[in-house]
């Protein structure tokens, strides 16, 4: 009916955007998304580049097929802003390029050792990698491999984009903290791992990183499984390990790497789980305080937001 549509006054927050039109016409029962199609269709830009707000309050208008224009408080003749956020690239995309990097990195190093650790008058003498070397490559490729599979077949993203300038912000954690970092030390000579241990110590290492591992992608599918595909719709997780902390996902995460850590004995390794579980831990509390904000009393409120009894 003509009387639920209304019209909206458009203007460019920031930069201006080529031909954004000054006015839209939008249907008061459809989803906000429509609102988003029409300026990008009309701006010839693409939907994930523009970011939408309401001009009395600055409050974001989302890009969702869930929600009405009736919902966010639009009224005929109110005033929306519309900011170019600069190219931007798949979240799913930016994932797997995280992750190549210590898939590439790693075998690199272990294969080139001779060439990088020994001078050349030694190449014929360089010993060849311990079992422990070998032991600690197929750990780290067997994590990052399944890490490129949960990108795949698994995660459900809220957001389709990211800017694509923090790509190398990202991929920096991966490619030189978990990749050059760990591989440059753990394949020395004269590292840890090329030193005797004790096979139980090993074995230990190796449980921790499969039972990790295996929760961790528990923890994944369970995450994914309260969100529809292309939805952006939340819920609570329960579960195995949901009940003793919020992000349980990000608990096996650790017990994983520390498995790496018992097989490697390396600072390199240590230093990379400190970071790890550093930036984890403020996730994990951000979660916890966006369930208690979002479902309120039908959130059982945890004591504990990564590893039980500690944080």
């Given at each position: 009916?003509?009387?639920?549509?209304?019209?909206?006054?458009?203007?460019?927050?920031?930069?201006?955007?080529?031909?954004?039109?000054?006015?839209?016409?939008?249907?008061?029962?459809?989803?906000?998304?429509?609102?988003?199609?029409?300026?990008?269709?009309?701006?010839?830009?693409?939907?994930?580049?523009?970011?939408?707000?309401?001009?009395s309050d600055g409050q974001l208008i989302p890009n969702s097929a869930d929600l009405l224009i009736s919902q966010t408080g639009l009224m005929n003749g109110s005033r929306v802003s519309v900011k170019?956020?600069?190219?931007?690239?798949?979240?799913?995309?930016?994932?797997?390029?995280?992750?190549?990097?210590?898939?590439?990195?790693?075998?690199?190093?272990?294969?080139?050792?001779?060439?990088?650790?020994?001078?050349?008058?030694?190449?014929?003498?360089?010993?060849?990698?311990?079992?422990?070397?070998?032991?600690?490559?197929?750990?780290?490729c067997l994590h990052f491999l399944k890490r490129e599979y949960e990108t795949v077949f698994v995660h459900r993203f809220s957001a389709a984009t990211m800017p694509f300038r923090n790509i190398f912000k990202n991929s920096a954690h991966y490619w030189v903290l978990s990749g050059l970092n760990l591989a440059y030390w753990i394949y020395r000579p004269n590292a840890p791992?090329?030193?005797?241990?004790?096979?139980?110590?090993?074995?230990?290492?190796?449980?921790?990183?499969?039972?990790?591992?295996?929760?961790?992608?528990?923890?994944?599918?369970?995450?994914?499984?309260?969100?529809?595909?292309?939805?952006?719709?939340?819920?609570?997780?329960?579960?195995?390990?949901?009940?003793?902390?919020?992000?349980?996902?990000?608990?096996?995460?650790?017990?994983?790497?520390?498995?790496?850590?018992?097989?490697?004995?390396?600072?390199?390794?240590?230093?990379?789980?400190?970071?790890?579980?550093?930036?984890?831990?403020?996730?994990?509390?951000?979660?916890?305080?966006?369930?208690?904000?979002?479902?309120?009393?039908?959130?059982?409120?945890?004591?504990?937001?990564?590893?039980?009894?500690?944080?």
């Amino acid at each position: 009916m003509a009387s639920e549509r209304i019209s909206l006054v458009v203007s460019p927050r920031g930069k201006p955007i080529r031909a954004l039109p000054k006015e839209s016409q939008v249907h008061r029962n459809r989803p906000t998304r429509d609102l988003y199609t029409q300026l990008a269709t009309a701006s010839g830009s693409s939907i994930h580049r523009l970011r939408v707000t309401k001009g009395s309050d600055g409050q974001l208008i989302p890009n969702s097929a869930d929600l009405l224009i009736s919902q966010t408080g639009l009224m005929n003749g109110s005033r929306v802003s519309v900011k170019d956020l600069g190219p931007q690239i798949a979240w799913r995309t930016v994932f797997m390029v995280e992750y190549a990097g210590p898939l590439l990195i790693h075998p690199l190093i272990y294969f080139l050792r001779p060439y990088i650790y020994a001078s050349p008058d030694k190449l014929s003498t360089f010993p060849a990698p311990s079992t422990l070397q070998t032991l600690s490559l197929l750990l780290i490729c067997l994590h990052f491999l399944k890490r490129e599979y949960e990108t795949v077949f698994v995660h459900r993203f809220s957001a389709a984009t990211m800017p694509f300038r923090n790509i190398f912000k990202n991929s920096a954690h991966y490619w030189v903290l978990s990749g050059l970092n760990l591989a440059y030390w753990i394949y020395r000579p004269n590292a840890p791992t090329a030193k005797p241990m004790s096979p139980l110590f090993a074995l230990a290492g190796v449980l921790f990183f499969f039972v990790g591992e295996l929760g961790n992608l528990n923890a994944h599918l369970v995450l994914r499984d309260l969100r529809s595909s292309g939805g952006t719709e939340r819920g609570i997780p329960s579960g195995f390990g949901f009940g003793l902390v919020t992000c349980p996902n990000y608990m096996f995460e650790t017990m994983a790497w520390i498995g790496v850590f018992l097989v490697t004995r390396d600072m390199a390794t240590l230093v990379f789980i400190v970071v790890a579980v550093v930036h984890m831990a403020a996730w994990a509390k951000k979660k916890e305080r966006n369930y208690r904000k979002e479902f309120g009393d039908k959130y059982r409120k945890k004591a504990y937001c990564m590893v039980p009894g500690i944080y």
